[in-house]
C-alpha cells in the first residue's frame, strides 16, 4: 500500500507570491491534516479535513486556505507569501477522524526567498 | 488550551545503552491519547508508541516503552538497547479525545534530538 504522498518534495517560491501543495493520502483515508514545521514555531496544525469538510483550523493568517476533493486529496494554499512562511509543510492522513494513528507525508520543503 | 513541553532539546546515549526522554503537558480534558513520534532525516514522522489515558498500563512496544504519569501529567519515553538507526528528532504529542474524539489535531512538543554514540 502505497504511503502519503505529498508534492512537490522543494519549492522555492518569491515573496509575494501564492502556492499550493498538494498531498494524496494513503488510499481509503479520508481524514487529511496539515502542519507547518519551523525551527523557530516547531510543529504547528494548521488545518484538519474529513469527507471534504474542513473540521479544524489552526491559529494561522486567512492567507493559509485548504480543501479536500472527493478522492480525498487534499491541497492547501498560501497566498502572498511571506519570508516567514519558509517551512516544512507535512501532511497526515487517517481512515477516519478520531483514528487511533496518523501517518505522515514526507513534507514539501517551501523556501520564500 | 492543552500544552506539551519536552524540556530537553539534545540528548545522547552510548549505543546498546538505556536512555530516557521526557515530555510533560497541560489540560483540563480527562480523555486525552498521548505519542512519541521519530524524524529521522528523511523528515518522515513514524509513530513510535501510543498510550490512552484511560489505561493504567505504560504502552511497551519493542525496546520503547512508556512511564505515564496521568496525575502529574508526565509521558516520558525509555529506549532500551539504543541502537544507531534510533539517532533522530523525537516529538511528543497530545491528541484530544473528548467529543467522541473525532479529531486527529496532534498538539506537539518542540522536540528532542537524540544522538546515538558508537
Known amino acids: 500500500k502505497a504511503g502519503v504522498t505529498q508534492t512537490p518534495r522543494y519549492l522555492i517560491k518569491t515573496r509575494g507570491q501564492q502556492v499550493t501543495l498538494s498531498c494524496s493520502p494513503i488510499s481509503g483515508h479520508r481524514s487529511v491534516s496539515w502542519y507547518q514545521q519551523t525551527p523557530g514555531q516547531g510543529l504547528q496544525f494548521l488545518f484538519e479535513y474529513f469527507s471534504e469538510t474542513q473540521r479544524n483550523k489552526g491559529n494561522f493568517p486567512g492567507r493559509f486556505s485548504g480543501r479536500q476533493f472527493s478522492n480525498s486529496r487534499s491541497e492547501m494554499n498560501v497566498s502572498t507569501l511571506e519570508l516567514g512562511d519558509s517551512a516544512l509543510y507535512l501532511c497526515a492522513s487517517s481512515p477516519y477522524a478520531g483514528y487511533t494513528e496518523a501517518f505522515f507525508g514526507q513534507g514539501t520543503r517551501l523556501t520564500v526567498v | 488550551a492543552q500544552t506539551v513541553t519536552q524540556s530537553q532539546p539534545e540528548m545522547s546515549v552510548q549505543e546498546a545503552e538505556t536512555v530516557t526522554l521526557s515530555c510533560t503537558y497541560d489540560?483540563?480534558?480527562?480523555?486525552?491519547?498521548l505519542f512519541w513520534y521519530k524524524q529521522p532525516p528523511s523528515r518522515q514522522m513514524i509513530l513510535v508508541i501510543r498510550?490512552?489515558?484511560?489505561?493504567?498500563q505504560n504502552a511497551t512496544e519493542n525496546r520503547f516503552s512508556v512511564n505515564f504519569q496521568k496525575a502529574a501529567k508526565s509521558f516520558s519515553l525509555k529506549i532500551s538497547d539504543s541502537q544507531l538507526g534510533d539517532a533522530a528528532m523525537y516529538f511528543c504529542?497530545?491528541?484530544?479525545?473528548?467529543?467522541?474524539?473525532?479529531?486527529?489535531?496532534?498538539?506537539f512538543g518542540t522536540g528532542t534530538l537524540l544522538a546515538v554514540q558508537p
Open positions: 498510550q490512552e489515558a484511560y489505561k493504567q
Open positions: 489540560t483540563s480534558e480527562s480523555d486525552y491519547y
Open positions: 504529542a497530545y491528541r484530544s479525545a473528548m467529543g467522541g474524539g473525532a479529531t486527529n489535531k496532534l498538539i
